[in-house]
């Protein structure tokens, strides 16, 4: 297994570790387990520089690597819903994004097209990675991140999920139609 690979399964073996730290609520508990959500998402960037900068892709990694972002948000955007940081709604329309483009996908596979991520989607995962450490640290209640800003926080991802998600079915809309 190349370092890319290693690294998608270090962020897939590190969303446990995280989610347990959250629910063991230990003092600093966010902390470590903002520490931990920090070092799984600099797995993606770092696996993805690799990868390319060394040709180092392979089909595990085309499969894995998108999925350990999809499991590492999904987890996180749970504890929020959890513990009533997030509406389930906004989560709600996470999954359906990443269910949709997903299907979108695999039209194309069979289709014998690639659907590679566009600049939306990378702005979409980037300020959802961002917005997630924010609303980490906004679950102190000492801390002095205001609620406004975990508002905001949803709303950017809600907002950025939303656009790239119809952008991929616009700029793909050929493949719809000849499904």
């Known amino acids: 297994m190349n370092l890319p690979n290693k690294l998608t ?3 897939i073996l590190l969303i446990p570790v995280f989610m347990v730290v959250l629910y063991l609520g230990f003092p600093g508990a966010n902390y470590a387990a903002l520490a931990i ?3 799984a998402s600099l797995t993606d960037l770092l696996d993805g520089k690799i990868a390319r900068k060394y040709n180092l892709v ?3 990694g085309k499969f894995a690597d998108p ?3 999809k499991m590492l ?3 996180a955007m749970l504890w929020f819903v959890e513990i009533g940081q997030m509406p389930a ?3 709600l329309i996470v999954i359906v994004r990443e269910f949709a483009v997903s299907g979108l996908r695999m ?3 069979d289709k014998g097209r690639v659907i590679a991520a566009g600049w939306s989607g990378k702005v979409k995962t980037a300020s959802t990675m961002v917005c997630i450490c924010v609303m980490l640290l906004a679950v102190e209640p000492w801390m002095p991140v205001p609620r406004v800003l975990n508002l905001l926080c949803v709303a950017v991802i809600v907002v950025t999920t939303l656009y790239s998600g119809v952008e991929y079915f ?3 809309k050929d493949v719809i139609a000849s499904a």
């Open 37 to 39: 959500f920090i070092v």
């Open 107 to 109: 039209i194309a596979s």
């Open 67 to 69: 999925l350990a972002d």
């Open 9 to 11: 399964m270090m962020r």
């Open 73 to 75: 948000v999904t987890a």
């Open 89 to 91: 709604w906004a989560l």
């Open 170 to 172: 616009v700029l793909n």
């Open 58 to 60: 392979t089909d595990f």
